[in-house]
């Protein structure tokens, strides 16, 4: 057997209150792809800012070709050839690709500008990883500056390359590509490491998968042990449904209808384009698209929180348009944002404060001037229990609460309410498998009490789990809009990248890559 | 090598007996600090102390001198605290406070014939309005264009400052007043009316029922509520429905108010008329007193008396050849401590263990 570039060796890590890591091992083998698998708070983050330099372990060992070394820094990580790509990538917007490739490096300013080109053009030709080194990186698509992050670390003669969730951002073609590129870089001898928890993907492409529970190795599978259920299964150490039951809508009259809505973005530029839509109750409408793509101001603009320029927003037959958000609120509509904590939840108020956020106002729990204390905190006792919100204390300020437990707290709340219609955007984006199950399983049972949902979201596998209609938004615009059945990933996929409208793409928005 | 070494380590939650403890260990830090400067000049730190505290709270002259600092203290780090609780930092207490003296003198010297009835409850909704509308002043351009409520509020108490001074020097110069620039003596109808035989006024009754006041507005209140949502996250209260904007001028102009009214009764309850320097910078001295009670309304009222105490007793080391500054240095030091102490509250020290780094 051939000897692993890395190997970790007991690996412990302690957080206040946490034992993030646990005695891990790990090896990386040059030429694999290996997936690093768990849920959040698993300690697969931590474990990789071990490995990155940006942590320094409490106990345990880091061998990297055989010879134990300390990592000072992520420059030490650098130096002994591991490169890390973040999920939030760490470029410079305005320089261009060649300027973000040295950067950081001592001496880069003696290196020619033809030599540094052919270098990476070098590295493209050898890994398919073709890029426009003067090209600066606004103009890029995130494809793209993933690319960038990494030939940069290739660059820098990284032999182990970890990808943080690197097809969160991608949409379909983009991660296909992702993937071939990664192969490429195996078969060079390289060792990737895939953190993910989309066990789609982990099938798809890697060799070998540590599935990481609690800070321990739940597990590690080899190639042909791979399966969902034996993942899912160490994962959360319970088995999971992977495909929900699905009752068939009884789709009724509409709810929400909107009409040639324009809006602008913070920046003043249009972001919804004569946006039309019909959501209609009992029935969850799934809207895909790459975010940016006017999701957000649609939603703002559903709940009150964003002017419209031009067209009509209506509830019931209603016109909405122009209320404020309280009176939408009073209207009976209810908003899960994709910023759970700083719009959704108020990070520095107690569980009691948070749940009664929207309905304070109301009768139930103030009269004129003074709140019912008693009846807010038997309100928030009650909804804590039925949504199963994990938390210590009622009194204790929700900032400290997990991702999970802060959406189910949000979704209590904003279902508790029994609203007409639901907007939730993002609904499981950072949430792991048990939390996004159980996050899944409100919206289908909200559902089931002829609520009106609005489902927004770049993760198809959940919008095929969920929805009834699934429409693609694009530029501010709906492009396409079809039934569940006819529903084809392929498709969704081109028109998420705005396939229908070819011409314009290349009229406003000419590639920057070669 | 690093068995000696100490870590700090993130609380989890902000620990209760801390912010309780920090106060109290910080006073006696200042005061240590304070024993050594007064030690290094040649004095003996416990009898300065001695006579410093035992005059302005052991004798009752001195403690009603110290309660009388105290009133003008409690109402305006009142006032402040109500906007702090938004996160709007009105640093604007001492211009609110002369505007309120302003606004209330002008009744006794244009009506000197109103009966008390009339003329203090008069007095004191000019002194209100006068002190709202100064904060208002800074809260629209804040609630319309974004402005900066700390340079505005600042900016505004030089002003205001000037505007006494314009009209204690010209217009409103008592002419039987030997060219001293403040205003006529208040017809009798005009002053507070004390408690017992000293100079503690009803103010104090005033300030210490406005301090429980608050204490349930902003506890159990729908007002407070709102108060509490914006100043933690102004993007979730808007989702939640609140209006901001309408908040923002509704707060400064109620902590604008209050300080205005702290205004009045120094000059109604005090002094008996405006002067120049009518207040020794107690708009400021409040934001610290806001700020070291966690913007805690009863703890203000403590907090106000230990700093009235601090002066009355700057006041009385004189005597004994220590400049009054003494009691402005020991303040200085409580806040510094204070401040630094609130890492104690977030953090716990812990010994590093062997190997670890």
Known sequence: MKEPLISLQGIVKKFPGVLANDHVNMELYPGEIHAVLGENGSGKSTLMSILAGLYRPDLGKIMVSGVEQKFRSPRDAIFYGIGMVHQHFKLVEPFSVAENITLGEKDSFLLSKEKLKTKIHELGEKYGLKINPDAKIWQLSVGEKQRVEIVRMLYRGSKVLVLDEPTAVLTPQEAQELFNNLRRLASANCAVVLITHKLNEVQEIADRVTVLRQGKVAGVLEKNQITAQEMVRLMVGREVALNYERKPSSAGRVVLDLEKVTALNDLGIPSLRECSLRVREGEIFGLAGVSGNGQRELAEVIAGLRRIESGKVSLDSQEISHRSPREIIDLGVSYVPEDRLGMGLVPQLNTMENLILKNYHQPEYSGRWLLKPKVIQKHAEVLVDQYQVKLASLHQPVKSLSGGNLQKLLLAREISGAPKLMVVIYPARGLDIGATEAVHKLLLELKSRKTAILLISEDLDEILKLADRVGVIFNGQLNGEFPIEQTNLEEVGLLMMGSRSVEERIDDNEPACL | ?357
């Open chain 2, 1 to 357: 090598m690093n068995r000696l070494a100490f870590k700090l380590e993130k609380r989890l939650n902000p620990s209760p007996a801390m912010i309780a403890i920090v106060p109290l260990i910080s006073v006696l830090l200042a005061l240590l600090l304070g024993a050594i400067f007064l030690s290094l000049t040649g004095q003996n730190p416990l009898a300065v102390y001695a006579t410093m505290f035992g005059e302005a709270l052991g004798s009752k002259y001195g403690f009603t001198e110290t309660l009388v600092k105290a009133i003008p203290l409690m109402l305006s780090a009142l006032g402040i605290s109500i906007a702090f609780k938004m996160q709007l930092w009105n640093i604007g207490a001492e211009g609110q406070l002369y505007m309120g003296a302003l606004a209330a003198t002008w009744l006794p010297l244009t009506y000197p014939n109103l009966p008390a009835y009339l003329m203090l409850p008069g007095m004191a909704m000019l002194a209100m309005a006068a002190g709202g509308i100064w904060g208002l002043i800074a809260a629209i351009p804040k609630a319309i264009w974004k402005v900066d409520e700390i340079i505005t509020t600042l900016m505004l108490n030089y002003v205001a400052i000037l505007w006494v001074d314009y009209l204690v020097y010209g217009p409103w110069k008592d002419p039987k007043g030997f060219n001293f620039p403040f205003t006529a003596q208040f017809p009798g109808a005009a002053r507070l009316p004390g408690l017992g035989d000293s100079r503690v006024n009803a103010g104090l009754v005033l300030a210490v029922l406005l301090a429980i006041l608050l204490a349930v507005v902003f506890k159990y209140s729908r007002w407070g509520y709102e108060l509490k949502v914006i100043g933690a996250s102004e993007q979730s209260a808007r989702y939640a429905g609140m209006h901001i904007k309408k908040k923002i001028l509704v707060v400064l102009f109620l902590s604008g108010a209050i300080s205005g009214l702290a205004g009045m009764t120094e000059v109604s309850g005090i002094v008996g008329r405006l002067q120049h320097g009518i207040s020794p910078g107690y708009g400021y001295t409040a934001i610290i007193v806001a700020w070291l009670s966690k913007l805690n309304p009863l703890a203000i009222v403590l907090v106000s008396i230990l700093f009235g105490a601090l002066q009355v007793g700057g006041y009385a080391v004189q005597v004994v050849g220590v400049p009054a500054a003494v009691a402005s240095m020991l303040q200085g030091a409580i806040l510094f401590f204070v401040l630094g102490g609130e890492v104690l509250t977030n953090y716990r020290i812990r010994r590093a263990q062997r190997g670890e780094k």
